[in-house]
Structures are given as structure tokens and as C-alpha cells.
């Protein structure tokens, strides 16, 4: 465009460019043609609703997209005709809304406002009356609530604003645009009254403040609840002008205990919210579409949770997104891209997202033809979802699936580590190792409370695919981390050459441990785990002396049958443990089990219980090691059709579909009436 307006021909072709412009504009748009050449969107609204009255204007709710500017100097309003009209600028909340009161609209027609391109567009001064508006913002810290002094101070120094948006009463239970603790708030509105002197009371947790006329006139300062009657409420009887006044309530809520915000009035003596029909409420201008000046697709995001889990201080949302609007157009792709790091392709995006911390995500279309984008801020406000359960086997499920299909190293620290803890008490290995390696190569240090957790669990999913490299990287670990962490990873790496390489190196290192302890139950665990390579390596009766060794201890005036019932006892707990999903409670019971008595392993059901724990964090090799022992100690074992169809389960989930098939078709012939027959048919079909 420079180089074509230098010198002679400039003005014909900047005026050769405008008409080709216009033009192009008529095409594009379906209404009018684009007035404001250098706005790249504009809203397409309509008059539905009149005002309470002229002042209070007609509200215009946009969505912001990250388009326009602070203190919206760029948003202008025209009509069909190009006309300016005059608009109030109310509040600006960046990939949020843009609200806006218009003076007045041409009854049934289609009226433009025009935002972004990053320029001052004059228009129309208007300055409306503004009911019933609530904004909230983050608290400060440090915030006093004695007295509305030290309360006007932390309104005014709260930069962190949640949101805003037009209510029809002040009566919330919850902070509509952000997390509902440690928020301060501030409705703004017109009141009116057919009694010239209404008392006005408040009930809030925790403190309230009530200004009318812009004069403070009374409230309910400190930290309480909303427990209060028509006795006992903080309450003024206040002189109303005809006419109506304005009214200003303030509240803040300290702690996560919930928040209440009401004002109420007198009615025959009874305490009642002011109805939604004594504020003055705006007209409203009805969105009809967003447009782009090319023409091209608008990213506008509909995000919306579908269910929240709230575990051990961690909350986390299920979060549906999609582009709002008709599918995109032929060559238009659609890109998430999260603040978090996250990257997602396609018309929509399905996450886990940790709340309540707001998060970002910038839609990008693009095509051969451009590109445009468009933000979106995501707030945990208003009332939650549905509530998923974590013993719910579908609910969990589904988090599960959708945490897998992150990309954790792209993913902050902060991220990560917010989710480590959930995954490492319900995710299987392979999932909480990638989420550990991503965390751990963000290079926390040793002292982090996930340190220990996050170690184990990377190695323990590499050790699934190649144990040896496993070892040489436990064998890396810094040694002031070594030192510190000394007997879990000892233990760590002793189970690893026992469970994984059956390597005789155990030996010596489990002996190292016992010296060190000897009296200690790490040292009868590892003389157990000696006991643990000798069955592995098949050899049966040096495996059941060390196990006797370990039980020479305890002491049995039975004879042996105490330890048959307590096998037996053992077993049933655990077995209806793993049917419940309970696998950490599982395993701790089995590790209890085998230090009463490791000869249970030769005399019961143990190991293919173990198994069964095993395969539930995803330990497929370990779980088929476990059993493939089983089926050699006990060849005519009762168990055999149960031990059959895990092994067939550990098979399928490594690879080997093949012969999993065939022992489940097998099963379904010779055993019909077995409990697990329909179970392996329904896998033998998969």
C-alpha cells in the first residue's frame, strides 16, 4: 500500500482501493456494508427489550475475544445508515464480555458495533444510569472487614477482577465469575419503593456494606455467617425518594466456607429479598451474529463444564469447548491453544483443568485464506456441575482418558504437579510415569514433597518396557537425593532386580540391607525378597527355606493352623478390595500378608491375588510373572479357572491378543457355568 500511494497516482489509488474495499464489504457481509474499514469485527444486534426507564439504556452483552481495547476507546456503534449512536461503555473484561448500554435503537433493525484494530474511534458520549451491576474481584490480602473504611480501601486496591455482569436481584449464594472463596464484591443499582421509609436489612458471610445515595449507611462488619431474623439483621430504615435512589452493596468473603450475599427489606414485619421488580433493570439488545471484515469464520468459544472432582484439596473440572455457530467452512481448521501449554486440533476440545485458578485459551482458524484468533478466559464461577465420583468406575474412566490424552511436557510445573497426586492414586503406571517424567524434567528438587513419588513412579513405567535402563537410571540419581531417599530406593531397586530381571545380584544387595538393619522390618522384606528370586528362578525349596526363615519368628502354638486362617482371612478381605477398586488398601493388605507369613505364597491364593492388584496399576508383565508362578507351585489348584482368565488378561493387555483369545474361547467351552465364563466371552469377542 506504501509503495503504491508514492507520488503520482496515490490518490486514485487509495480511491481505487476504497471502492474495491466497499465492494468487497457488500459481498461479505449479509446486512450492511462495513462502515469502520479498520475493525475487523463487528456485532450484529437488534432491539428486544425496553428499559425501566430511558436513562438505564439497552444492554449490549458481547463476547470480548480479545479484540478490543482497555477502557474500549475502539468500540463504536452505527446503524444501518452509518448513523453514530450514542452507547455507554460499562465494563471490559478481557477474553470475557464487553457490556455496553446503548442510549436508544430504531425499533427492528440491525445496529453495528464495531471493536478491535487497536485504534481510538470517536462516538457519541452517553453516560446511562447504571442497575442492577455486580462485579467481584479477587480479596486482597490482609483485607480488615470491622468497619467500611478499611473495607473501601480493599475494594479499591483489588486488582484481580473474576468478571461482571447485569443480576436481577442481590441475592447470591455464590460468586457467579470466579471461585466462590476469598472474593469481594460490589453490586451497583436503582431502588425503588412505594414506602417512603423502607427499613433494608443484610444478611451476608461475612461482612456487608450498605451505601444509598453514594452515603454509607449502615452494614454487617467482620468475619459470620448469614444466620440472622427480622431481630437480629443488620437493618436502617432509610428516607426514598419518589423517584427511586441509588443503592451500592459491598461484601467480601474470607475462607472457603460459603459465601452469602442478600439485601432485603420489610414487609408487614417479615424480613424479604428486594424483588428483581423494585430494581430499575436496562433494556436488552439481543445478539444476532458476530462478522469478520473478510467475511471469514469468528472464533468464539462455548465452554462449559460437565461434571468437577473435588479429591484430597484438588479440584478438577471436566471442560467441554466448542466453537460456537455453523461447522467451519471448507479449508478452515481450528486450533486450542491453553495457557497452560496445551495444544488442541479440532472444532472442539475436551480437558481435565484444575480449578479454581482461571485459564486462558486462544482459538486460531485458520485457512489458505488467513488466519484469525480470538481468547477466551475460563472462570470456575457461578454454581458447579455435577459432581463425578471417583468410585464412580465410568466417572473416573473418563478423567482418566482425557488426562491421558495431554501432552504433559508441554505442560508448566504448576500443572503437572496438581495432577500427579491424583493420577498417582488412581492412574495406572504408564500414565503417572509420563506425567512424573514431565514433572521431574522440570528439575524440582529433591526436598518437594512429589520428589520420592514422581521418581518411583517414572522408573517403575520405564521399567515396564526395559527394566535394565531402569536400573541405570535409578543408579544416576543424584547422590545427596541417594542418601536422603536411602531406604525406599534400596527397596526400589531390590524389587526391580528381583521382580523384573530376576537378576542374583539381589542377593548381595538385599544382604547389604539386612546388615544395616537387621532387626527391622526393611530387612525381613528383603530376606523375603531373596525368597522372591529363588521361586521366580524355579527354584522351589530354596525359596521356601528363606521364607521359613523369615517366619521362625512368629511364633504358632497351633501348629500351622492359625496360618491357614489367617490366609484365608487375608484373602477374603483383599479379594473384596480389588472387586471395590481399592488398590492401594489392597496392596498395603498383601504387603501385611507376606510379612505374617510369606509361606502363604506356597500355600494359598497370594500371588494370584498380587497379580490381580498388579494388573489395576497396569503392571502387566509383573502381574503375568506373578501368575505364570502361581500356576507352577499349584498345577491342580481350585483357582485355576481364575488364574487362567487373568493370565489371558495380562497377555491381551501385552500384545498377545492371539493367545489370550484362545484361553478365553476355551474357558467359555469347558466352564459355561463358571462366574468369570461371561466376562471372558465378552473379552473373547474383543
Keep these: 500500500m506504501t509503495r503504491l500511494g508514492i507520488r503520482d497516482g496515490a490518490p486514485r489509488t487509495v480511491a481505487a482501493f476504497g471502492a474495491l474495499l466497499a465492494l468487497a464489504h457488500t459481498v461479505f457481509c449479509a446486512g450492511a456494508p462495513w462502515a469502520v474499514p479498520d475493525a475487523p469485527i463487528r456485532a450484529v444486534v437488534k432491539m428486544k427489550d425496553q428499559p425501566s426507564a430511558p436513562e438505564f439504556g439497552l444492554l449490549i452483552d458481547l463476547p470480548e475475544l480479545g479484540q478490543s481495547m482497555p477502557g474500549m476507546g475502539d468500540v463504536i456503534m452505527l446503524d444501518a445508515a452509518g448513523k453514530d449512536l450514542a452507547v455507554s461503555k460499562v465494563w471490559r473484561g478481557e477474553g470475557q464480555r464487553l457490556l455496553l448500554l446503548a442510549q436508544k435503537l430504531p425499533a427492528g433493525q440491525e445496529c453495528y458495533v464495531y471493536y478491535g484494530g487497536n485504534l481510538h474511534r470517536r462516538t457519541t458520549p452517553w453516560f446511562s444510569k447504571t442497575s442492577l451491576l455486580l462485579e467481584t474481584r479477587r ?34 449464594g455464590v460468586n457467579p465469575f470466579g471461585d466462590s472463596a476469598n472474593f469481594i ?87 424479604v429479598t428486594i424483588p428483581a421488580t423494585a430494581w430499575a ?17 469468528v472464533p468464539q468459544a462455548d465452554i462449559s463444564f460437565q461434571s468437577y472432582i ?37 472444532e472442539k476440545c475436551e480437558r481435565i483443568l484444575p480449578g479454581p485458578t482461571p485459564v486462558q485459551v486462544v482459538i486460531r482458524l485458520k485457512s489458505a485464506k488467513g488466519e484469525v484468533r480470538g481468547l477466551t478466559k475460563v472462570t470456575f464461577g457461578g454454581a458447579p456441575p455435577r459432581q463425578a465420583e471417583t468410585v464412580n468406575p465410568v466417572d473416573l474412566a473418563r478423567y482418566l482418558d482425557l488426562l491421558n490424552r495431554e501432552e504433559p511436557e508441554k505442560l508448566p510445573r504448576e500443572r503437572l504437579g496438581a495432577t500427579l497426586p491424583f493420577l498417582a492414586e488412581f492412574g495406572n503406571d504408564q500414565q503417572l510415569g509420563k506425567w512424573a517424567f514431565a514433572w521431574l524434567a522440570k528439575n524440582p528438587g529433591a ?22 535402563e531402569a536400573l541405570a537410571e535409578l543408579r544416576k540419581i543424584d547422590l545427596a537425593a541417594r542418601k536422603k531417599y536411602a531406604a525406599e530406593l534400596a527397596m526400589f531397586e531390590l524389587e526391580l532386580q528381583v521382580f523384573y530381571l530376576k537378576d542374583a545380584g539381589a542377593v548381595q544387595l538385599a544382604s547389604r540391607m539386612i546388615a544395616e538393619n537387621p532387626t527391622g522390618e526393611p530387612a525381613r522384606l528383603a530376606s523375603i525378597r531373596v525368597g522372591d528370586l529363588y521361586r521366580l528362578l524355579g527354584r522351589a525349596k530354596e525359596s521356601a527355606a528363606q521364607y521359613r526363615g523369615v517366619q521362625k519368628t512368629i511364633e ?8 491357614a486362617a489367617q490366609d484365608r482371612s487375608f484373602s477374603i478381605t483383599i479379594a473384596d478390595l480389588i472387586s471395590q477398586g481399592y488398590r492401594q488398601e489392597s496392596l498395603a493388605k498383601l504387603a501385611e500378608w507376606e510379612l505374617e507369613h510369606p509361606m502363604g505364597k506356597f500355600e494359598s491364593d497370594f500371588l494370584l491375588l498380587r497379580a490381580r492388584v498388579l494388573m489395576l496399576y497396569g503392571r502387566w508383565n509383573e502381574a503375568l510373572m506373578e501368575i505364570d508362578s502361581y500356576l507352577r507351585i ?16 495380562a497377555l491381551f493387555e501385552l500384545g498377545k491378543k492371539d493367545e ?20 471372558a466371552e465378552k473379552w473373547a469377542r474383543q
Excluded at 483485607?143 to 436481584?169: H, I, M, N, Q, Y
Excluded at 433493570?281 to 469464520?297: N, V
Excluded at 512429589?450 to 515396564?464: E, G, N, V
Excluded at 485355576?640 to 493370565?647: L, S, T
Design 139 to 172: 480479596l486482597p490480602a490482609g483485607t480488615k472487614l470491622a468497619d467500611w473504611k478499611s473495607f473501601e480501601t480493599a475494594w479499591k486496591s483489588a486488582k484481580e477482577v473474576d468478571g461482571a455482569g447485569f443480576v436481577d436481584a442481590i441475592d447470591h
Design 185 to 271: 464484591s460490589h453490586y451497583t443499582g436503582w431502588l425503588k419503593s412505594e414506602q417512603k421509609k423502607p427499613v433494608l436489612y443484610t444478611l451476608s458471610s461475612d461482612a456487608s456494606f450498605v451505601l444509598v445515595g453514594e452515603k454509607y449507611e449502615f452494614g454487617w462488619p467482620g468475619q459470620h455467617n448469614a444466620v440472622a431474623n427480622a431481630k437480629t439483621a443488620m437493618r436502617k430504615e432509610i428516607a426514598m425518594p419518589l423517584a427511586g435512589v441509588r443503592v451500592d452493596y459491598y461484601h467480601a468473603k474470607i475462607g472457603d466456607s460459603e459465601p452469602a450475599m442478600l439485601l432485603g427489606w420489610l414487609r408487614d414485619e417479615k424480613p
Design 281 to 297: 433493570h436496562p433494556g436488552i439488545a439481543e445478539l444476532q451474529r458476530i462478522e469478520h471484515i473478510q467475511g471469514w469464520p
Design 310 to 346: 473435588g479429591w484430597n484439596g484438588l479440584w478438577l473440572y471436566e471442560a467441554h469447548a466448542v466453537l460456537k455457530g455453523d461447522p467451519l467452512p471448507a479449508g478452515w481448521t481450528a486450533t486450542w491453544e491453553w495457557n497452560d501449554g496445551a495444544v488442541v486440533a479440532g
Design 447 to 468: 526436598d518437594d514433597p512429589l520428589w520420592l513419588k514422581a521418581q518411583l513412579a517414572r522408573l517403575r513405567a520405564l521399567a515396564q518396557g526395559n527394566p535394565r
Design 556 to 563: 504358632d502354638e497351633t501348629k500351622g493352623r492359625k496360618f
Design 634 to 649: 499349584n498345577p491342580d489348584s481350585p483357582f485355576q479357572i481364575p488364574a487362567d482368565f487373568y493370565r489371558a488378561r
Design 660 to 679: 489370550a483369545h484362545k484361553i478365553w474361547e476355551e474357558m467359555v467351552v469347558k466352564y459355561p457355568r463358571h462366574e468369570l465364563t461371561p466376562e
